[in-house]
């Protein structure tokens, strides 16, 4: 049988632990980051300012907490 691993990083950004895969940073294009710093980046690239992100964070955290509530 095989055994996963969940290995837990922090952010070098935000300093928040997170699992699964990181986002890489558009400031050098190498740094893992977590997946909310990631979008934050990638809204930030388009002119979304911080206020409408931390929604767009909340309507996706929502989303997943859904779809893992739905899993169990």
């Known amino acids: 049988m095989e055994t996963t691993e969940i290995k837990i990083r922090t952010c070098p950004i935000c300093g928040q632990e997170y699992t699964g895969r990181p986002a890489i940073s558009r400031m050098d294009c190498e740094t893992p980051i977590c997946p909310d710093c990631g979008t934050r980046q990638a809204l930030t690239?388009?002119?979304?300012?911080?206020?409408?992100?931390?929604?767009?964070?909340?309507?996706?955290?929502?989303?997943?907490?859904?779809?893992?509530?739905?899993?169990?």
């Not at 911080?50 to 309507?59: G, R, S, T």
């Open 45 to 72: 690239s388009i002119g979304i300012d911080a206020e409408e992100q931390e929604k767009i964070l909340d309507a996706i955290h929502r989303s997943m907490d859904r779809c893992t509530q739905d899993k169990v």
